[in-house]
């Protein structure tokens, strides 16, 4: 056998497959770039910062200081939820209802005329 005859047909089979390979992708892949978390094995091992003891019992003073100086002030208590009557949620409402009635009447008036 012929082996440049060999060697073509194997090139025009490598052509095929890589056409086939290109078809395939384009038709999986949207065109967009892919968004949100990437997949697991693209993320790396993030190192999370360590604070050294000499800095942590620096820190720790100064944070004293900054309380024992009255900088860093507790929180304040909230102040109590204000509660509402009965009888103040009834003239509320009455007073709405009041105020309604006066519209809606006013809107039937501008009805007649025009």
Known sequence: MDTNRILAELRAERDRI????????????T??????????AARKARRRGRMSAAARRKLSRLLKQRWAQGKMKPAKAS????????AARKRIAAAQRARWA?????????????
């Not at 890589?18 to 892949?29: F, K, L, M, P, T």
């Not at 102040?79 to 009965?86: E, F, I, L, V």
């Not at 006066?102 to 025009?114: C, I, P």
């Open 18 to 29: 890589d056409q086939a390979i290109s078809a395939i992708e384009a038709v999986n892949s």
């Open 79 to 86: 102040k109590p939820a204000r509660r509402m009557s009965r």
């Open 31 to 40: 065109g967009r770039p892919r968004v949100g978390r990437p997949p697991k």
């Open 102 to 114: 006066k519209f809606k009447a006013q809107q039937r008036a501008e009805n007649k005329v025009a």
